[in-house]
């Protein structure tokens, strides 16, 4: 009985740093895959297979990948030395048909797990001769999201962005 205690009282120290680590992993879900910074190259390739996404790149290329989902979201991420350092997904656009304010409101409710989390807004409108945009930035450490009018010469149209990591 003694013997087995042992091992039983290892496992239940190590629980707590466990619990940290996993608790500290930055994740996303892109659709019905969920990858996390640092994740390796070839496991998030494999996933996004396994799942029936199309690969819209060229697999030569490791830096950057995209993704086109069934429901025709595209999923952009990038890599360097091997390990994901940035992943984005679209909450809305108002090509979708979606309900703007609620998936708003689920965008920035994804943060609520995170425990200490601070973030900051920061308002950038771009204005160009192609595309005029009001930009909302809110950046919550390495999640950050982009509510975005935007205006074309042909249209006009809307988007909230969630994204995890910098792309470089």
Request: proline share 3%.
């Amino acid at each position: 009985m003694r013997y087995c205690l042992k091992p039983l009282f290892v496992i239940v120290l190590c629980l707590p740093c466990l619990a940290q680590s996993l608790s500290q992993r930055i994740s996303l879900e892109l659709g019905s895959v969920t990858v996390w910074l640092g994740m390796p190259h070839q496991e998030v390739v494999n996933k996004f297979v396994a799942a029936g996404y199309k690969l819209n790149t060229d697999l030569s290329d490791k830096r950057r990948v995209v993704f086109e989902g069934v429901d025709h979201h595209f999923y952009t991420l990038q890599f360097i030395d091997e390990r994901m350092t940035y992943a984005d997904r679209e909450w809305f656009s108002s090509k979708s048909g979606s309900d703007a304010f609620q998936t708003t409101i689920a965008a920035l409710g994804s943060i609520s797990d995170s425990r200490s989390v601070t973030c900051s807004l920061s308002h950038e409108p771009s204005n160009k001769p192609e595309m005029q945009a009001d930009r909302l930035f809110i950046s919550c450490g390495k999640r950050s999201f982009l509510l975005m009018d935007a205006r074309t010469r042909d249209e006009h149209y809307y988007t909230v962005s969630e994204r995890i990591g910098m792309m470089q």
